[in-house]
């Protein structure tokens, strides 16, 4: 699967997916501090694909969301995975490594969470999950 493959969703787009399929999963991949105390979508699955402060890969990434879509009704390839992260940047890399691995329904959530920066370099005012209005949470 190349990165042609791997689907395009805006956060309205996304939601609505998984809103209509009960098999779709929601893979938050930004780190854990940015998940719980930032916030995210109601529903997300954390893994976390590069981590503060070196930002490495985590090499642990593909089994770890294996694991999470286990004890989530099953682990199957072709299983609906849509991908988030902050902006879309880190998602698109994460749905690249699932797509190595023979993950074949891959689909990133192109805003991301937070969006772009506005012209006075804030998120979550231009676009983003939460700029839209969608269901979301904070630890």
């Known amino acids: 699967m190349s990165e042609t493959e791997i689907k395009r969703a805006t956060p309205t787009q996304a939601w609505r997916m998984l809103g209509t399929d009960d098999q779709a999963v929601l893979l938050d991949v930004r780190s854990k501090v940015e998940f719980d105390y930032v916030g ?4 997300a699955v954390n893994v ?8 490495k890969e985590n090499p642990n990434f593909v089994a770890e969301v294996k694991a999470a879509l286990n004890a989530r009704g099953g682990d199957r390839n072709d299983r ?3 991908a988030i992260c902050r902006s879309g940047a880190r998602s698109l890399a994460a749905a690249k490594a699932l797509a190595a691995a023979g993950y074949t329904n891959l689909t990133n959530v192109e805003e991301g969470f937070e969006g772009d920066k506005d012209a ?7 676009s983003g999950w939460r700029f839209h209005q ?5 630890t």
């Open 48 to 55: 976390m694909w590069k981590d503060y402060p070196d930002w």
């Open 120 to 126: 006075h370099g804030h998120r979550c005012a231009v």
């Open 40 to 43: 995210h979508a109601a529903g």
């Open 134 to 138: 969608l269901p979301w949470e904070q």
């Open 80 to 82: 609906p995975i849509l």
